[in-house]
């Protein structure tokens, strides 16, 4: 006879354990062990949460290398079958060797589960009959388990659920997220002081009960932003450093149909726009995916929403500062151009008008499309068709964790008909679906990779712009880690393309993602290790800094409503000198409203105490030694780029956090 050493760690997340008799079966490439029950001096404690247990199985002769194990749980004759979440199995064979088996899911049945040891088999190399028939067997069932759906015409698809019980266990959040994510939601008012003025309908009498409403769980930028709105500087600081920095561009030719001339923003005559444009001193954002919509009815009244021009002067002092704003994208005698040099509330409701266009921009395009429903296009393909001893799975499973129960929250209380955002927003209903659709339409691939990006938008030596500075620095670090794992995995370019589950990945990304438009830029095909590596990079990005980036400043940016309104409830003003405090009072939502809004960003910004952050990998899906030394360069070059940013935030009034490390999840989990 001959011993297997088998050890069994069961995770330390709430409830994880299980009172259940468990029996293990070891196959390897000589033969199988009998079913065994895992009976050890812990007795019903040896599965309890967090518990480390060994057992010995016992088979006539070596079964040989190990190739999975079969994990089936009874219940006691007393007990109903309960979940049970082991982390991880390990087997020390008698040749002295150790195995690995990752889990990391529930069992919720007492069906036999199979788990493949941990080393990464690519589909091509998986040439055993028992290992090629349970990598079968496992596709199908997630391909069962992970299904597409159309959400909406002309967006990309998500995973068919009706609610987030329907989703497969191992995606859905944990018991510490569900509880806090609970809770924050059901006291968003009470804990802003918010819940006596929620059912409001009226205007806001003045600024001073705005300010004192608004005063309750500021935080240290939120303050800033409180003092500092109005500021044209601190306006023009937001298009780079806010919650929104993918709308700015250089300006080398004002378009067509933003007439605005030297003598309009260079009173003194020391400039010219030709010159500054020629210098790269002159930016333009440009709303025109909000042209045309059909704005919201909020409280029986119409609201307005604009799609304007805004022309941006880099100053000597390195300050990025509005010259112009037309709010409509027609020239017209009704659509006059705002400038600084205008009275004092003809200028601060034209930006009002512009930070209004910017919350909807941002939270439709930026956020929701580019990040969210991506994230969750990225994730249901590599759940349908990569198996767990895949390389790629075991590389990008972690950046999928609570994404497609959080867009399911999302679709169901955020986005549903009866949604808070469609209900309170300025693009809610059908204008919210217009923008989708069009931003889908707008979104290319090199848009998705941040030195693209930049460099499209001519903001490569832009002075002060730290999302830039921090995003690419994190995209290269991120880069580096991607091109060693694969390297190690993909030796050439033939090895990528004869992977078949690779191939499929990215081709139901293409197709369910990008509706199979070859406009996009995104790869139908890879044909590179090169291509490979990018690719994944992006993923990785995306569903980590570049969430993190659009996410996680939404209440420093857009607590203080002014900054940051949801919908605005009066026309904008179609003649100069109209304007005044009170217009603008009767302009800003309703209370009612920009309770909601303020709610609603508060939630979105609470991370839960069980985040995990980029880098960390509590889940230990690699057995293979270079992608755990990798795995460690990697840690360290994060932790590298987390002291650069707190050291140059020592120095700067704004602080920008979004892309330290330190803060950003892993993935869309919020």
């Known amino acids: 006879m001959v011993d297997y050493i088998v050890t069994v760690y069961t995770s330390d997340l709430a409830f994880a354990g299980t009172f259940n008799n468990v029996h293990i079966k070891l196959v390897g490439t000589d033969g199988v062990s009998n079913r065994t029950w895992l009976l050890g001096l812990k007795g019903p404690l040896s599965f309890y949460k967090g518990a480390v247990s060994s057992f010995t199985v016992s088979c006539p002769v070596s079964i040989g290398k190990l190739i999975l194990i079969e994990i089936e749980g009874q219940p006691l004759i007393t007990f109903f079958t309960d979940n049970w979440f082991p982390a991880k199995v390990e087997v020390k064979s008698p040749e002295g060797d150790t195995y690995n088996f990752p889990i990391y899911r529930w069992l919720t049945n007492s069906e036999v589960h199979r788990f493949r040891e941990g080393t990464a088999l690519r589909v091509f190399e998986d040439t055993h009959d028992l290992g090629k028939y349970s990598r079968n067997e496992e596709l199908k069932e997630r391909k069962e388990d992970y299904c597409w759906k159309e959400y909406l015409e002309g967006t990309p698809h998500c995973m068919k659920s009706e609610d987030p ?80 920095p993918m709308l700015i561009q250089r300006c080398s030719v004002l378009p067509n149909n933003f007439p605005v001339t030297d003598d309009m923003v260079f009173l003194s005559g020391q400039h010219s726009l030709a010159d500054e444009m020629e210098k790269g001193n002159i930016f333009l954002c440009d709303y025109k995916r909000l042209d045309g919509l059909i704005p919201n009815i909020i409280n029986g009244m119409k609201q307005y929403l604009m799609a304007p021009l805004i022309l941006l002067h880099k100053t000597p002092d390195d300050q990025m500062m509005p010259i112009a704003i037309q709010l409509k994208q027609t020239p017209a005698d009704d659509n006059p151009i705002f400038f600084p040099t205008d009275s004092e509330y003809d200028w601060l409701t034209a930006k009002i008008f512009v930070r209004s266009a910017d919350f909807n921009e941002h939270q439709l395009n930026v956020h929701l499309l580019r990040t969210h429903l991506l994230a969750e296009v990225f994730a249901v393909s590599l759940l349908r068709n990569v198996p767990m001893v895949h390389p790629l ?278």
């Open 165 to 244: 019980l329907d989703l497969p266990d191992e995606v859905q959040f944990s018991f510490t997220k569900t509880t806090e994510f609970g809770y924050t939601a059901a006291t968003g008012l009470s804990a802003l002081g918010l819940s006596g003025i929620s059912d409001s309908t009226e205007n806001w009498p003045d600024m001073d009960t705005l300010n004192r409403v608004s005063c309750c769980k500021l935080t240290d930028i939120l303050e800033y932003v409180q003092k500092h709105w109005k500021e044209d500087a601190f306006f023009g600081y937001q298009f780079l450093n806010g919650i929104n």
């Open 393 to 670: 799975y075991k590389l990008l499973v972690p950046h999928t964790r609570y994404t497609l129960q959080i867009n399911n929250l999302a679709r169901g209380l955020l986005i549903s008909k009866t949604g808070i955002f469609t209900k309170f927003a300025a693009s809610g209903g059908e204008g919210m679906k217009t923008i989708l659709k069009r931003s889908l339409s707008s979104v290319t691939y090199r848009s998705l990779c941040i030195p693209d990006d930049i460099a499209d938008r001519g903001l490569e030596d832009v002075p002060n712009f730290y999302y830039r500075d921090d995003g690419l620095q994190l995209w290269e670090i991120i880069h580096r880690f991607v091109q060693g794992v694969l390297n190690f995995y993909y030796k050439n370019d033939d090895e990528v393309q004869k992977d078949t589950e690779l191939q499929t990945w990215i081709s139901d990304i293409f197709e369910h993602g990008f509706l199979s438009q070859p406009s996009t830029g995104i790869p139908e095909s890879f044909t590179t290790v090169a291509e490979l590596v990018k690719f994944v990079t992006m993923v990785i990005f995306t569903c980590s800094g570049q969430h993190s980036a659009v996410n996680t400043g939404q209440f420093d940016y857009g607590g203080w409503m002014p900054n940051n309104p949801v919908t605005l409830k009066r026309a904008p003003p179609i003649k100069k000198g109209t304007t005044s405090e009170n217009t603008m009072l009767r302009t800003l939502p309703d209370i009612n409203t920009t309770v909601q809004g303020m709610s609603t960003v508060w939630l979105l910004s609470r991370q839960s105490t069980d985040s995990v952050y980029l880098g960390q990998y509590p889940e230990e899906h690699f057995s293979d030694k270079m992608p755990c030394k990798l795995t460690k360069d990697f840690q360290g070059d994060l932790q590298v780029l987390s002291a650069i940013i707190n050291a140059r935030n020592n120095n700067l009034k704004v602080p920008y956090t979004y892309l330290d490390p330190k803060v950003i999840e892993n993935s869309v989990s919020l």
